[in-house]
């Protein structure tokens, strides 16, 4: 099976947890540095990025986290997107800086104004439900970044090589497809371009 951390430190790593959960995963709840060494990929969850930027940087995992990112698949949601940009505004905030996007928070609204919406998407099967919470929105993309999704203009789902983002949070909907697809990237090892990234033709 593929043994796939879930950063377990704040935000809703119990969900990704399930989410990934199969006959074909070993899901390990990660804490500290040393639960990283014999994973295959690793899941940053969403919650606040402020928050969980400071217990990263207290549990001595910043920099873990951001080798592991440059060898292995990494997938962040929504705050865990914000902790894997180039570049976060406003106000900027450190960030691993493996992905190249600028990325900026709470660019939906308040509380209040999170909504679950529909969205497109390039995996076979159309649509994709997004559940925004005071999501964050991706502003610009570099020339290397794919966009697997979008909503209102705007990309929500990415990928660059073995890493993969989301603004919004697909552990809290049924559909499995993006983490199915996060599982596929794992087994594929191709940290580039892998065949099946063309628009319509995702798994
Ligand atoms: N607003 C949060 C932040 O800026 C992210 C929200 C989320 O992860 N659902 O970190």
């Known amino acids: 099976p593929l043994k ?21 995963t070993e899901i390990v709840s990660v804490r500290e ?47 865990g997107c914000i ?12 960030s691993l800086a493996v992905l190249d996007i600028i990325i900026q928070r709470n660019a939906y609204g308040r509380q209040i104004e999170s909504r679950v919406a529909m969205g497109d998407c390039a995996f076979s099967g159309g649509g994709l439900e997004m559940v ?3 999501a964050p929105r991706i502003v ?20 660059q ?6 603004t919004f949070h697909p552990e809290l909907s049924a559909d499995r497809r993006i983490h199915r697809f996060f599982c596929a990237m794992i087994r594929g090892g191709q940290p580039c371009l892998s065949p099946g990234v063309q628009m319509g033709n995702l798994g």
Not at 41 to 67: H, Q, W, Y
Not at 140 to 159: H, K, N, Q
């Open 83 to 94: 902790i894997l940009a180039k570049e976060v505004l406003p106000p900027p905030q450190q």
């Open 161 to 166: 090589g073995n890493i993969l983002a989301a």
């Open 140 to 159: 610009r993309a570099g020339s290397r970044v794919e966009i697997l999704a979008r909503y209102g203009g705007f990309p929500t789902l990415v990928r």
């Open 132 to 134: 925004f919470i005071r």
């Open 33 to 79: 540095t040393a639960e990283l060494v014999d994973l295959d990929g690793l899941v940053i969850p969403g919650g606040e990025s402020t928050a969980l930027l400071k217990l990263l940087t207290r549990e001595n995992m910043f920099e873990a986290v951001r080798e592991f990112a440059a060898a292995k698949p990494v997938f962040g949601t929504c705050a």
């Open 4 to 24: 796939i951390g879930v950063v377990a430190l704040q935000g809703d790593y119990a969900a990704h947890a399930e989410a990934l959960r199969s006959s074909d």
